[in-house]
């Protein structure tokens, strides 16, 4: 893989202009393409095969009030006021009959006619349905309702609107351009020069460019959860810059041992860009294996995500040399007054990490179990981990969907903020009137109920939704018991003849939470599996692989332990905007061990691979430890401060769903490359000395050799004739790209 990558940065330095311009040109037709098919991107975590979405299709058209996109018009007096007055009232119906002849309105159940008036007269809600399904709902018919309902905004009433339709779509806000300002400055306090932090900053805007163009040009065709883009820019951006970041740290230590520029770029793919290629490949598989869940929309997200860490490698290990081709011997001008770090490839440029790998290595257990109780002491609150999906409650308070769901709790309760659908299947029984009449009876006396509604039949009289209002709200614990005790009782409701079913939005919510739930631990032993084996091969070692999991695994830790400390037990909620404590979303466990996995698959490959490189070159186990830490430490932690800047800056966002994921990934690139890697790592290697590297002989004979650093590259060309330096050219060495006369000169 070094000798490929070797020829293929040679090509695209001689050939820069080439190839500058092809990824131009692949940007402006990506990007002509999500201009012209671009569609709607889709709000609903729908999952096949969960009892609530069976149910819900069960009726989709025979009773489509129950599967079709329903909001809320709310509508609130001023504080010791009421609705009832002649004049509001008046102007409630009013609004009422405007909305039920809005465009794409199914239905309005008018307040004072339904009795969705709260006891003190002061808020009221009218019940809306449309005439399509949440994912088919376009803008318009939710723009006609908030017009139509005019007529009580002028009578001086408070109107809100609530419900599926009205949840706002997930969407950037613009906080990320922080993160990347504190990634630019990360670079520049780096490298010390404009040019040399201008590289990783314009291969990853365009690898971003082209990975968010296919992606939204993709949204016209398939169904696309609104997470997906988010989480692609996110992980895209991150890494785009970090996978640039490490190949010109080597380009530049290249030109400071006197290589060509031509050569220094070249080399620098074959060894960095190998480490890069493979690190990315582990991300890729990590974020592909989110299929194993089974879950369609994590399934987008994370072929979304893998698709944008693709593009990053090709752009670093393509675009990137051909960049260095343009900078030449001036990758290190435009000098920033007060930022001039050691030369690359002094002694002086690693003389912190040294320092630190040298204490580390001298007291390696005080170390390593002071790592293992700090991230102990982090992970503790994982034990109160609850799932869930974010609800009208969970968004900022002042969007409307927020302000509804109060004003409903204020007023009816929680539980009308979700209500259950009981589906109930009576065609087996003998009366079936009398068996649905059963039923409500049965869920009337359950736990946790406020009050089942009056059932409604389809056309034969043998299907019926039964609404059921819970005490608790949608994510609360007491409304998930309630789903459960319901389930329980269709065992004996099936001696009578009928077949009962819970769904609604609420409980598909939960349905999707239990199913990742019980995702989790097969996808975290697969995860487990995939890290041995390929470190392992790149390694050639057992014990290595093995204390990279467990390193993984206590990240993963530690960052579930920090979200449920801020986002269910409200820690830290004056510093990070949580709209409102509850559970965490449900599919974050997984989406954060896939995508940590392959990050701290990064920073292993990085130190460890320098560690092996020292210590192949005859250092002692403990100084080969010292040396390789010291040589890839201040190249990864500005990798990390980078990802820690990029992900933390989504997390000051007010998405309930993506600033948990940027908080959880944020935290994990701390604890992994800052206590794992940096500490820990360092720790054990010393601990193990020799045994570090010990691989048995029969693995030896049947695993294949994987080039992670370019030994046999470095072989290969110090072995090629005619050259008095030992060295074979960047420009002669065989293209992988067909030849042009003159390309590039």
Request: with cysteine; charged share 15%.
């Amino acid at each position: 893989m070094a000798t490929f990558l070797y020829r293929l940065a040679a090509a695209c330095h001689r050939r820069r202009k080439a190839v500058l311009a092809l990824w131009l040109a692949l940007l402006i037709a990506l990007g002509g393409l999500a201009a012209g098919f671009s569609g709607k991107t889709s709000d609903e975590f729908r999952v096949p095969g969960t009892e609530a979405q069976t149910a819900l299709d069960r009726i989709a058209h025979t009773l489509p009030e129950y599967a079709n996109a329903s909001g809320q018009v709310v509508f609130a007096a001023p504080e010791g006021e009421t609705l009832t007055t002649p004049e509001r009232r008046t102007a409630i119906q009013a609004a009422a009959q405007a909305v039920g002849r809005a465009p794409g309105v199914a239905g309005v159940h008018e307040p004072f006619a339904s009795e969705a008036v709260s006891k003190d007269g002061r808020i009221a809600f009218a019940q809306v349905v449309f005439d399509k399904k949440l994912r088919d709902l376009g803008q318009g018919p939710r723009d006609a309702v908030r017009d139509a309902a005019g007529p009580a905004r002028k009578a001086g009433l408070q109107v809100e609107f609530g419900g599926d339709a009205y949840t706002p779509t997930v969407q950037v806000e613009g906080g990320e351009a922080i993160g990347v300002g504190v990634a630019v400055l990360v670079l520049l306090i780096t490298f010390g020069s404009l040019v040399a932090a201008g590289m990783p900053m314009a291969g990853a805007l365009v690898g971003v460019g082209v990975g968010m163009a296919a992606l939204l040009a993709l949204t016209g065709a398939f169904d696309i959860i609104s997470t997906a883009p988010v989480l692609a820019l996110m992980i895209g951006m991150a890494v785009g810059i970090d996978y640039a970041l490490f190949i010109v740290s080597r380009h530049r230590q290249n030109l400071a041992e006197g290589m060509p520029p031509a050569e220094a770029a070249a080399r620098a793919n074959g060894t960095a860009g190998s480490a890069v290629v493979f690190a990315g490949a582990t991300v890729v598989v990590a974020l592909a294996g989110l299929a194993v869940a089974g879950v369609p929309f994590l399934t987008v997200m994370g072929l979304a995500a893998a698709g944008a860490v693709v593009v990053a490698m090709l752009v670093a290990v393509t675009l990137l040399p051909a960049l260095l081709g343009f900078a030449g011997h001036s990758v290190n001008r435009l000098r920033v007054p007060g930022l001039r770090p050691p030369a690359a490839g002094s002694s002086g440029r690693t003389a912190a990490g040294e320092r630190w790998g040298r204490l580390v290595v001298r007291h390696p257990v005080v170390v390593l179990l002071a790592c293992l109780v700090g991230v102990g002491a982090m992970a503790v609150p994982v034990k109160d981990l609850r799932l869930g999906l974010p609800g009208g409650g969970s968004y900022a308070r002042d969007t409307t969907a927020r302000t509804a769901y109060d004003l409903v709790s204020e007023g009816f309760g929680q539980g009308f903020n979700g209500p259950l659908i009981a589906v109930v299947d009576v065609s087996r029984a003998p009366r079936p009137d009398q068996a649905v009449q059963l039923v409500t009876q049965r869920l009337a006396g359950l736990h946790g109920v406020v009050t089942p509604l009056p059932p409604s039949f389809d056309a034969s009289r043998t299907v019926a939704a039964i609404p059921v209002i819970p005490a608790g709200g949608p994510d609360s614990k007491v409304t998930a018991d309630l789903v459960s005790d319901i389930r329980a009782q269709r065992g004996k409701l099936r001696e009578a003849g009928v077949d009962l079913k819970v769904s609604g939005t609420t409980a598909g919510n939960i349905d999707v939470s239990k199913k990742l739930g019980d995702a989790l631990p097969p996808f975290l032993l697969v995860i487990a599996g995939i890290s041995v084996v390929l470190l392992a091969l790149a390694f050639r070692s057992v014990l290595v692989p093995v204390k990279a999991v467990v390193g993984f695994l206590l990240s993963v830790a530690a960052a579930m332990g920090a979200v449920v400390a801020v986002y269910q037990w409200g820690w830290l909620n004056e510093v990070i905007p949580v709209p409102r404590t509850g559970p965490v979303v449900s599919f974050l466990p997984i989406l954060l061990i896939g995508v940590l996995f392959g990050l701290a698959m990064d920073y292993e490959l990085f130190l460890v691979s320098r560690m092996k490189e020292e210590r192949a070159h005859g250092a002692p186990p403990r100084a080969a430890v010292v040396s390789g830490f010291g040589n890839g430490a201040r190249v990864v932690t500005a990798a990390a401060l980078i990802m820690i800047s990029v992900f933390g800056s989504f997390a000051f966002g007010h998405d309930p769903i993506v600033q948990p994921i940027g908080l959880a990934l944020a935290v994990g690139v701390i604890v992994d490359a800052f206590v794992v890697r940096m500490a820990l790592v360092p720790a054990v290697m010393a601990l193990l000395g020799r045994a570090a590297w010990w691989f048995p002989s029969f693995l030896e004979r049947v695993v294949p050799h994987v080039d992670m650093e370019g030994e046999k590259l470095a072989a290969r060309l110090a072995a090629a004739p005619g050259r008095q330096d030992g060295e074979e050219s960047a420009a002669d060495a065989p293209s992988p790209l067909p030849e042009r006369r003159g390309a590039g000169r």
